[in-house]
């Protein structure tokens, strides 16, 4: 029997990039620690109108045209998830938000449990909801009987030079003209990319064991 190799899914939001970048870094980690890896957009529903409203989200959405868009096959097949979204009043983006509520016939069927999964989020200020927005987002993740995989503290100097949230990577956006700061949350972005690849392979060493008789 062939050992089982990590399928990672990101499925992320982003209005003007700074999601993106971390879902970037994840994507980049998951793939050194050996992963298959689909990197996928949630899709915008705001109109066009509040769009160019900020021509840095309207930029941003052209010029990342060329990224797929999230599909339920994509959950069905990874057997790891990071999500993404930017902190939108202390909680999840819609447009993340209502791909993940077209879940309901994978999670009846049982696809989306024992996978080990894990948020990430951007946010304006330092005390601008993150770990609510993540927390938020967690709650989800239980319903689906994920293997629910914080940051912690698990490589400290990693996690502090990034802010130290042990709830998921998060940036601070008002922080990263910061070359330094800005270094940091990416290595730990690519650092939790790493670690759910790991924790993916693990667990589908566990679910794939033929059941003790
Ligand atoms: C409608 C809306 C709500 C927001 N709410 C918050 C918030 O609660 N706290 C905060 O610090 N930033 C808030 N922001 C700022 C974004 O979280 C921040 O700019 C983030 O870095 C954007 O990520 P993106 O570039 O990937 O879209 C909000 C932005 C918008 C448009």
Known sequence: ??????RIAIIYYSSTGNVHRLAQAFADGAADAGAEVRLRRAAELAPDASIDSNPAWRAHLDATAYIKPA????LEWANGYAFGTPTRYGNVS???RQFLDTTGGLWQA???ANKPATGFTSSHFAHG???????SLYNTLCHWGSIVLPTGYVN?????????????????EEQSDDDEYLKAVLEAARHQGSRLAEAAVLLASLTS?????
Do not use: F, H, I
């Open 209 to 213: 064991r033929p059941s003790a008789a």
């Open 1 to 6: 029997m062939s050992s089982p190799e990590a």
């Open 110 to 112: 049982g696809k989306l």
């Open 71 to 74: 599909t339920l096959d994509d």
């Open 94 to 96: 819609s447009q993340l």
């Open 129 to 135: 909801g993150q770990e609510s927005t993540l927390l």
């Open 156 to 172: 400290y100097e990693v996690a502090a030079a990034a802010g130290g949230n042990p709830y998921g990577v998060s940036c601070v």
